[in-house]
């Protein structure tokens, strides 16, 4: 049997549970497919120990609705997964979303077909879908890089990735264990499971910058306080470079040295992102800027570990990269857990890991680490990974997945010459991992769809694709805006870097959230002239 829909929402966390909110409130009949067995998204899949928000939590909240913001108080100010899957299961319930989802069913494929402007999608339960619109709310942190090294499937102990970890946990206590990956995922595992493990042996390629975390727990008071100011958070998130609650204030060149170090010392103590996110916009671009404030960190994470071998293994080395160029992750006591003495940091830049025997981990010069348990927190293929495992075929057999192994192309991150009809949240060339507070920027990209899909409508016309012309404009923007800063310089996530093969391109929009949101709103306003409009009949014709 086929379903015939208006609309299908791939993804029951953030952006979907949105997108399928606002499509239902506008009339559609949109339904929701997500492979969890329940609502979340990267908040259902990532439960492994020590999981939590690095955005604080009364700002990692929908702003469409006061009564359901104000209707949820957070415990803290950067609450744990087991609290945030909860919100989630909140916002689904007060939202009446569950109604409209179908999960344990992953998107198998989705073709165009072109006489009709409708997508046939196929899912792992056998469904079939007839779809005007299909909307990727897939996540730009939920491809993980599972199989990372050979030999897996011969270890004899239990080894998972971060974002596969089970929901009944697994127990290493007084066991021996194996963490692969030092960056924000793999500091969180590592400082949580520290006083349980019998030994814990961590395997370090780059050395991660990194900001202590200051997380108070929020009793009533505190609570009312952040809520008091709903609407000051409504108007101000949605305009500042990173969509967060601050921005940048301060220009270099007009501070002295002393005033300089008091600016990075105060940002330093609030125990939060600023630091990276709102001390001095110009790290992001100029050398030496970049270079001091890189120092500065260097200096306070030293301090902390006193012991030079650990320094050498632990701290990114000046010219290694910037801090703030790659993702910065924040930590409780992360440092001091080399520390213990059945902590151990092996380095594996230029002693790499060759596989995973039977007995635990085997490096290059053949030394293997006999373990219990690993624990791999390798990453993602990021912001294009998700979607490009569905199988998607557009216009003329087009497939997405070979477009973008040649080149990572969208038009504003939110569709893709090629693929009427398709839409995309989080995806690459849009604010989207880096430099976002992901709901501020998921809510409003989930809103340009909505209201692309509305003028679609309201001009009488069922299929809208970008031009050839206006992708090129956009990655043209993207690029220029990318390459003028230092994060095009580094080797990263970021860029694609860590799945190789994978065309380079810095994968987020780096010209800031609010700069991003008044580029869409023009567009709109403007009659979307970057985008076709037409009749099934009347489709864009194929580029040359």
């Keep these: 049997m086929t379903r015939t ?57 929908y ?35 569950r109604r409209d989802f179908t999960f344990n069913a992953r998107v198998l494929s989705a073709d165009w077909d072109p006489s009709r402007g409708r997508w046939t999608v196929r899912t792992s339960d056998g469904e079939v879908y007839d779809a005007q619109f299909v909307i990727g709310c897939t996540g730009m942190l939920s491809a993980p890089l599972e199989n990372r090294f050979e030999g897996q499937a011969d270890f ?37 499971i520290a006083p349980e493990v019998g030994e814990m042996t961590v395997f370090v390629r780059t050395p991660q910058y990194v900001l202590p975390m200051k997380n108070p727990k929020y009793g009533p008071a505190e609570a009312a306080a952040y809520k008091a100011r709903w609407e000051e958070l409504t108007a101000n998130l949605p305009r500042t470079f990173t969509g967060f609650e601050y921005d940048f204030e301060h220009t270099w060149a007009e501070l002295t040295p002393d005033q300089r170090r008091a600016v ?87 002693n790499p890991i060759e596989r995973i025997v039977p007995e635990g981990v085997k490096l290059a010069d053949g030394t293997v680490h006999a373990l219990d348990v690993i624990i791999m927190a390798v990453g993602f293929d990021a912001g294009s990974g998700a979607l490009a495992r569905i199988d998607i075929t557009g216009r003329d057999g087009m497939k997405l997945r070979e477009e973008w192994e040649k080149d ?66 956009w990655v043209r923007h993207h690029d220029e805006t990318a390459n003028a800063t230092l994060i095009a310089k580094t080797n990263s996530w970021y860029t694609g870097s860590n799945v190789p093969g994978k065309p380079r391109r810095v994968l987020s929009y780096t010209g800031g959230v609010g700069t991003y949101r008044q580029k869409c709103e023009d567009e709109a306003a403007a009659g979307y002239p970057a985008f076709a409009m037409s009749r099934a009949e009347a489709a864009v014709e194929p580029a040359e």
């Design 264 to 350: 990075l010392e105060e940002i330093h103590a609030d125990g939060s992102l600023k630091l990276w996110l709102a001390s001095f916009a110009e790290m992001f671009f100029d050398e030496e800027v970049s270079a001091e404030i890189s120092a500065f960190v260097r200096e306070k994470m030293a301090a902390r570990l006193e012991d030079p071998a650990l320094i050498d293994t632990l701290v990114p080395k000046p010219g290694d990269y910037g801090f703030g160029t790659h993702r910065v992750p924040l930590e409780t006591n992360y440092l001091e857990v080399y520390k213990q003495p059945n902590v151990h940091a092996v380095p594996v830049k230029d």
């Design 408 to 473: 990572i192309r969208t038009t504003y991150g939110l569709q893709k010459h090629g693929f009427p009809n398709l839409f995309m949240t989080g995806a690459p060339l849009a604010p989207s991992a880096a430099l976002c507070n992901m709901t501020t920027c998921l809510q409003q990209q989930t809103e340009w769809v909505t209201g692309a899909i509305r003028a679609l409508r309201e001009k009488g016309a069922d299929v809208i694709e970008p031009t050839a012309e206006g992708e090129d404009a």
């Design 5 to 61: 829909i208006d609309a299908l929402v791939i993804g029951a966390g953030v952006a979907g549970l949105y997108q399928l909110w606002q499509l239902r409130r506008d009339g559609l009949n949109v339904h929701g497919v997500d492979a969890a067995s329940d609502v979340g998204g990267t908040w259902y899949w990532n439960r492994y120990p020590g999981a939590k928000f690095d955005s604080e939590s009364y700002i990692y909240q």
């Design 156 to 192: 004899k102990g239990t080894i998972v990735h971060t974002a596969r970890y089970p929901k009944e946990g697994i127990d290493v206590a007084g066991k021996k264990v194996g963490v692969i990956g030092i960056g924000a995922t793999g500091i969180q595992v590592i400082q949580t």
């Design 63 to 97: 702003l469409f609705d006061e009564a359901l913001y104000k209707g949820w108080t957070w415990s803290e100010r950067f609450p744990a997964q087991p609290e945030i899957e909860r919100w989630m299961h909140y916002v689904a319930d007060t939202l009446d979303l």
